[in-house]
């Protein structure tokens, strides 16, 4: 059978885990575990960023590493739980479809997203090429996440879930962007939660709920 | 050579029928053990299936000759199911006549029968038994053999002993898509042998009964023929389950009789553990609203086919 090394396999299962975990955000209805996963997610990401820092000798890599379990670990989540007992969420509403239903949907796209990838990735020269084809599919459950919910909360999750999948499809796909470009990205993440939170008390103030369909009517109609 | 493959043939069809019961009584024990009540005999399956044996059958008045046969078939079904899955050696000579897609289809046929003699008799708890199990059956069966897709993609053969015996020979390597489809396929080992999250084995309310619904009408030996076909269904996914996903230890072709001597005591351990880690699944899990199964069989369906996309892509 294939003769692939340890650390590429590790590699592997980290991209598949990766790829569960963003099943499991598709489906979850509470926001507490959402949250959660995202920080799973994070901690995956680390732990890829870090094989493969330790398999291709980049240096960037450890930092980029670094930037991850620091902010998409540890600060992030703890923000957006910080922001859940402040506006007291802790439900989302039903999504707008049932979970047999967004799940077949998430399969699709997956199909889609391998084939959407599989140009790319012969153009790629890294040994992880194989795993862009679960970036993209990562980047496009997150969409589904956002799509499928009403709440602002979950929205942000799912948003920040796909710049997860983004840093994953360029780490396999060119092994890291430059670092200027990955700081740039993290500090734009922090400001964007920062702003998104004073966002969301706003709309509550506005609206008294965090659902995102009363932003849809004109003032006047109501 | 071939001597030795038929008696390992034989041996495991004969384990299989004997050990069923004990493997069942295994699981209520540590169920009762972990939900501190006091266990109940080892031997207990037994007892049952005897004392069935040994009572006069009695019989719908407006039972059809199917009523009567659908025991024999089901029974029939596991034990031919059982002489295809290599629970000891892989080289069955039965290993040509049928495949894993065939088993599925054998396990399918079991069903059918055991739906249209639970609605034969046209009381309403049979009818509603024999629905709730066809919802269940055919949600599971695609997951189940998306389960065996991935492992016969990994070895190159759809044929279940000779996958068990190139998993269990080959280079040893992480498989992410095989782990994806060992939860898939504990899930719907869960769901197709009416254990907790979907079915309570033990419930006496008929509302919330599915397989139980369905054995209502039978007596006696059929009863008996039924809940021993039961045993050895569960015996059978267990076996699967090894097949797939613990093949160490099972003997090949290459390891004479002193493997199959070996894979005795292998099987046992893994029959062991295998039903501890049952009754702990469903000792921790609530039984799901009847509405909610097909939510968790789109999970394992979900699981299977993750699992084979991964597979593609990675290779691994």
């Known amino acids: 059978m294939n003769a692939t090394s340890l650390d590429l396999q590790l590699l592997n299962t980290c991209a598949a885990l990766l790829l569960l975990v963003s099943f499991a955000m598709l489906s979850q209805r509470r926001i507490v575990t959402l949250v959660n ?49 402040r506006l007291e969420v802790h439900w989302d509403t039903e999504p707008l479809l049932n979970v047999p239903g967004t799940m077949l949907v998430g399969l699709l796209t997956v199909v889609f997203a391998f084939g959407l990838a599989q140009p790319i990735a012969e153009l790629a020269n890294t040994a992880t090429r194989n795993a862009i084809g679960i970036a993209v599919a990562v980047i496009l459950l997150a969409f589904i996440t956002m799509i499928t919910r009403r709440k602002a909360m979950s929205q942000v999750v799912g948003f920040l879930s796909m710049e997860n999948g983004l840093f994953f499809g360029a780490m396999s ?17 922090l400001v964007a939660m920062l702003v998104l939170g004073v966002f969301f008390f706003q709309i509550r103030e506005q609206f008294d709920s965090l659902d995102l369909h009363h932003l849809e009517s004109l003032k006047e109609d109501r | 050579m071939s001597g030795l493959a038929w008696l390992t043939q034989s041996l495991e069809v004969l384990a299989a029928l004997a050990l069923a019961p004990l493997f069942l009584g295994w699981v209520n024990q540590c169920r009762a053990w972990l939900q501190n009540r006091k266990a109940p005999s080892l031997l207990l399956p037994y007892h049952g299936i005897r004392k069935l044996f040994h009572k006069d059958a009695v019989i719908a008045e407006h039972a059809s000759p199917l009523f009567r046969a659908a025991p024999y078939v089901v029974f029939g079904a596991m034990v031919a199911a059982a002489s295809i899955i290599p629970s000891m050696g892989t080289g069955l000579p039965f ?47 695609p997951a189940l053999l998306m389960v065996i897709f991935v492992a016969s993609l990994i070895s190159a053969t759809t044929a279940l002993p000779l996958i068990a015996e190139r998993l269990a020979t080959q280079a040893a390597a992480l498989y992410p898509s095989l782990a994806f489809t060992a939860v898939a396929f504990t899930m719907v080992l869960l769901a197709e042998n009416a254990r907790i999250p979907v079915d309570n084995p033990a419930t006496h309310l008929e509302l919330t009964m599915i397989h139980e619904a369905m054995l209502l009408e039978y007596s006696a030996r059929h009863l008996a023929l039924m809940e021993w076909a039961a045993a050895l269904k569960l ?20 390891s004479g009789p002193a493997g ?33 199964a097909p939510e968790f069989l ?19």
């Open chain 1, 37 to 85: 996963l995202l920080a799973l997610q994070g901690a995956l990401l680390c732990i890829a960023t870090l094989l493969l820092a330790w398999r291709t000798g980049k240096s960037h890599l450890y930092v980029s590493a670094a930037l991850t379990l620091g902010l998409k670990v540890v600060l992030l989540p703890w923000l957006l739980h910080r922001l859940i007992r």
């Open chain 2, 95 to 141: 290993t040509t006549a049928a495949d894993a897609i065939a088993l599925v289809g054998l396990l399918a046929v079991a069903r059918v029968f055991m739906s249209l003699a639970a609605m034969d008799i046209g009381t309403a708890f049979g009818t509603l038994g024999a629905r709730r199990e066809m919802m269940v059956g055919f949600l599971a069966e």
């Open chain 2, 298 to 316: 789109a999970t394992a369906f979900m699981f299977a086919v993750l699992g084979l996309l991964v597979h593609l892509l990675l290779g691994a």
């Open chain 2, 260 to 292: 199959l001597l070996l894979s005795v005591p292998v099987l046992g351990f893994k029959l062991l553990v295998a039903g501890l880690w049952l009754a702990l699944l469903e000792t921790v899990s609530a039984k799901l609203r009847v509405f909610r």
């Open chain 1, 173 to 189: 796909a060119t092994y890291g962007m430059p670092m200027i470009v990955e700081l740039g990205v993290a500090l734009d993440v």
């Open chain 2, 235 to 254: 015996f059978n996914y267990a076996c699967i389950g090894f097949a797939l996903f613990v093949p160490w230890g099972t003997s090949t072709g290459a």
